[in-house]
């Protein structure tokens, strides 16, 4: 986990636009060393918030209360930026394309996704976006917050909520923002009761009880793969049918 936080902090002050960003780091009283981490890159940090959390989400929304800058990005531990000009683009896409600004309160590029260290594919932004390839307006994420009782789909939730508010108004572009690990709770197979919890705590919140039930059929084939044919076979498993789903949407969308 140290490690990750290490990598993370690294990418951030290696930007090559410094002046602009208010570095923020929010940690949930660590004890695996990531505060150890904390005090070595302290002359980097501009506000520290070190006390115990409900999550993820709990920690997001603590930072969020501390900033003060137009744009808020999250870039969570173990997550890096993928070149040192990333903040300097976004910056010159604001102030090149004035729309940008006052038409669109997400600005959001492309993430790639990694496992184990290994490139497996770029994010899709449809219909969702990945928190880890955007930029939001600060004003509109401490108008709707996280909702801090998910412990994986936050971020989910909060698209939903502007969506239905018509606050949900993204501007894509090509740039490459950020890597994203599949190493955390949301990707790990060990940890499919607790996303199949968090996912059916979404679908129940918002009525969705077609999908709830399809989650639980799924559940319980994705528990038995993973259990019977182990780590390898179930990451195979799940592109194949990540990718049947993408074309199913296609054909009848």
Request: hydrophobic fraction near 35%; charged fraction near 30%.
């Amino acid at each position: 986990m140290k490690e990750g936080l290490e990598k993370s902090i690294q990418s951030l002050i290696s930007q090559n636009s410094k002046d602009n960003i208010e570095y923020i780091v929010v940690d949930g009283m660590s004890s695996d060393g990531s505060q150890d981490v904390i005090e070595k890159y302290k002359d980097f940090i501009d506000i520290l918030n070190i006390e115990k959390d409900k999550g993820i989400f709990d920690a997001m929304n603590k930072g969020l209360d501390l900033a003060s800058g137009e744009y808020t990005y999250f870039l969570n531990s173990g997550d890096v930026f993928v070149t040192d000009d990333v903040i300097t683009t976004v910056i010159n896409l604001i102030n090149e394309i004035p729309e940008v600004q006052n038409e669109y309160n997400i600005i959001c590029g492309k993430v790639d996704l990694y496992r184990d260290n290994k490139y497996i594919q770029t994010a899709d932004l449809r219909p969702w976006i990945p928190h880890q390839g955007a930029f939001v307006k600060t004003g509109i994420l401490k108008k709707y917050r996280f909702d801090d009782n998910f412990k994986i789909y936050g971020d989910l939730d909060l698209w939903t909520r502007m969506r239905k508010n018509e606050d949900f108004s993204v501007y894509n572009f090509e740039k490459k923002i950020a890597n994203f690990e599949l190493d955390g709770i949301g990707n790990n197979p060990d940890n499919l009761h607790k996303q199949w919890k968090d996912k059916n705590f979404y679908y129940i919140k918002y009525k969705l009880y077609q999908k709830l039930l399809i989650s639980s059929l799924l559940f319980i084939v994705d528990n038995a793969v993973y259990s019977i044919a182990g780590r390898y076979v179930f990451f195979q498993y799940k592109s194949k049918l990540n990718k049947s789903v993408k074309n199913l949407k296609k054909f009848y969308l």
